[in-house]
C-alpha cells in the first residue's frame, strides 16, 4: 500500500489504546482517522493525547474510510468493530479477551470476509519465543517441558493467556493437545511426572510487566528459553506492526507469527 494505512483504534482511551496513540502520532506508515470509546466516554468529552489538540475521542457514528481497525477495548466494543469491519471491509487486529462462545463464533465467521488477527500477545519478542518451543517440542520428544510466568501482582488470571499459548505450540510441537498434556499445579506428594505433560507455574507480584520461560529439561542438560518485557509500549509496538502488514490482506484468520514469517 503506497499511501498510509487508515487506522482506527478501538478503545482509545484505555491503557493500550494510549499507549497506540502515542506512538501512532510518529509513524509515517499511518493516518489515524478514528480514536473510538463508548458512547459514554465520548459524552464526557475526553480531551485529545499528547500535543495534538484537534483529536478527540469519538464513536464508531459515520464511520468510513478505514483499512485497519485495531482493537483493545472489551467484548461489547469488539462487536461494534466487527460491526464496522464487516460493513466498510476493513482488516481487524484485536487482543481483546475474555470473549464469550457466541463472540468466538462471530469472529470466526467474520474470517469469511475480512482479514482477522487475533493474538493473546503482541510482543514480536514472544512471537519468535512461540515458534522457537514449538520446534525445540517438536525436535526433542522424549524431554519435560514446564512453563514459568510472572506478572505484576493485580493480575487476576493464571496462568497467562501468553503462557497458554505457549503450552499449546509446545503440545502442537509434539502432536498433541494441551487439554490432555496440561499440568496446572503439583502440591502435597502427587508422584513422578507423567511423561509428555506440559507443567505451569505462575508467580504474582510487585510491578512485573511480563515476564515468560520454557525450560524443556532432558537427562544432564537444559534448554531454557525465555522472554522479559520491561516496557508497555512493546505490546503496542507490535500491535501496530500487524496492522501495517493486515492492510490490504485477504480474509482469513491470521496470527503475529505470519507478521513474524514475513520478515524472515
Known sequence: MTR????????????????????VRDDERFELVRAVVSAQSARLGKAAYGDVSDLRFTTWDGASGIDVVIDFSGPDGLGAALDVCG?????????????DQAMEDRLSHAAERIAVLRAANFSLGVAVLTRLLREAAAALPGWDIDIVEAHHGRKEDAP??????LGHAAA?????????????????RPGAREAGT???????????????????????????????????????????????WM??????????????????
Do not use: C
Request: overall charge neutral; glycine content about 18%; cysteine-free.
Open 198 to 244: 506440559i507443567g505451569f507455574a505462575v508467580v504474582r507480584g510487585g510491578d512485573i510487566v511480563g515476564e515468560h520461560q520454557a525450560l524443556i529439561m532432558g537427562q544432564g542438560e537444559r534448554i531454557e528459553l525465555g522472554h522479559r518485557a520491561t516496557d508497555r509500549s512493546i505490546f503496542a509496538r507490535g500491535a501496530l506492526e500487524a496492522a501495517a
Open 247 to 264: 492492510a490490504g490482506r485477504a480474509p482469513g484468520n491470521w496470527t503475529i507469527e505470519d507478521v513474524i514469517a514475513a520478515k524472515v
Open 160 to 165: 497467562s493467556g501468553t503462557a497458554l499459548a
Open 172 to 188: 502442537a510441537g509434539r502432536g498433541g493437545k494441551l487439554d490432555d498434556l496440561a499440568v496446572y499445579a503439583r502440591e502435597g
Open 87 to 99: 460493513a466498510t471491509g476493513a482488516a481487524l487486529v484485536t487482543g481483546t479477551t475474555g470473549l
Open 4 to 23: 498510509p494505512v487508515r487506522l482506527a483504534i478501538s478503545g482509545a482511551s484505555g491503557r493500550m489504546g494510549l499507549a497506540l496513540l502515542s506512538l
